[in-house]
C-alpha cells in the first residue's frame, strides 16, 4: 500500500507566476484535501475533492483552483501568485469509509 | 471544528516524564472528530492519535491518551514516558473530513 506522494517537494516561483502542485494519493483513498501551511501556523483547509468533484472549500480566493483524476490523484494550482502565497502545502487522502486522512510530505513553495 | 485553540506554543518535558498538552475547541457540528497531530521536521503530518466525539470513553494509544472533555470543548493530549523520538509539533485539530488546526505546540524532551 503506497502512502500519499506530493511533487516537488520545493519550488520558487515570481510572483504573478501560476503553479501546479501535484498530489497522488494513498490506494484505495478517493478524497484529497489540500491544506496551507503559513510558517509557524497550523495548516488551513483549502478545499476538497471527492470521487472528481469539489466537495467544500476554506477561505481561499477563487485564484486557487483545483482537480482531482480518475485515480484519484489531485493538483492545486494557484494563479497571480503573491508573496504571502509562500507557503508548505499539504495534501491529504482518506476514503468515505474511514476519516482518518494520511498526509504527504509536502511542497514548499516559495514566492519572491 | 471551527475553531481550534492551543494555548501553549512551546512545552517541554524531561526524558521518561509525563506531559501534557492542551487543546479547547468550538463547532456547531453535532457529528465530528478530535484528532491529534504530530509534525517532526521532515514536516510530514503524524496522526498520533483520534476521538470520535459520540463515544465518552477517552482514546488512548499507546503511551498516548487523550482526556476528552464534550461539554467543556477541551481536548488534551497526555504523554507518557516521553521519549526523545516525541520532539516534534504537535497539532490538535477537529472536523469531519475537513479539519480545522490549531497553532500547535512545540515539544522540546530534555535528555
Known amino acids: 500500500e503506497t502512502g500519499v506522494t506530493q511533487s516537488p517537494t520545493h519550488l520558487i516561483k515570481t510572483r504573478g507566476q501560476q503553479v501546479t502542485l501535484r498530489c497522488s494519493s494513498q490506494?484505495?483513498?478517493?478524497?484529497v484535501s489540500w491544506y496551507q501551511q503559513a510558517l509557524g501556523q497550523g495548516p488551513q483547509f483549502i478545499f476538497q475533492?471527492?470521487?472528481?468533484?469539489?466537495?467544500g472549500r476554506g477561505n481561499f480566493p477563487p485564484r486557487f483552483s483545483g482537480l482531482q483524476f480518475p485515480n484519484y490523484s489531485s493538483e492545486l494550482n494557484v494563479n497571480a501568485l503573491e508573496l504571502d502565497d509562500s507557503a508548505l502545502y499539504l495534501c491529504?487522502?482518506?476514503?468515505?469509509?474511514?476519516?482518518?486522512?494520511?498526509f504527504g510530505q509536502g511542497t514548499r513553495l516559495t514566492v519572491v | 471544528a471551527q475553531t481550534v485553540t492551543q494555548s501553549q506554543p512551546e512545552m517541554s518535558v524531561q526524558e521518561a516524564e509525563t506531559v501534557t498538552l492542551s487543546c479547547t475547541y468550538d463547532?456547531?457540528?453535532?457529528?465530528?472528530?478530535l484528532f491529534w497531530y504530530k509534525q517532526p521536521p521532515s514536516r510530514q503530518m503524524i496522526l498520533v492519535i483520534r476521538?470520535?466525539?459520540?463515544?465518552?470513553q477517552n482514546a488512548t494509544e499507546n503511551r498516548f491518551s487523550v482526556n476528552f472533555q464534550k461539554a467543556a470543548k477541551s481536548f488534551s493530549l497526555k504523554i507518557s514516558d516521553s521519549q526523545l523520538g516525541d520532539a516534534a509539533m504537535y497539532f490538535c485539530?477537529?472536523?469531519?473530513?475537513?479539519?480545522?488546526f490549531g497553532t500547535g505546540t512545540r515539544l522540546t524532551i530534555i535528555p
Open positions: 490506494s484505495g483513498h478517493n478524497t
Open positions: 475533492y471527492y470521487r472528481e468533484e469539489e466537495n
Open positions: 463547532t456547531s457540528e453535532s457529528d465530528y472528530y
Open positions: 485539530a477537529g472536523g469531519n473530513e475537513k479539519l480545522t
Open positions: 476521538q470520535e466525539a459520540y463515544k465518552q
Open positions: 491529504a487522502s482518506s476514503s468515505e469509509w474511514n476519516t482518518e486522512a494520511f
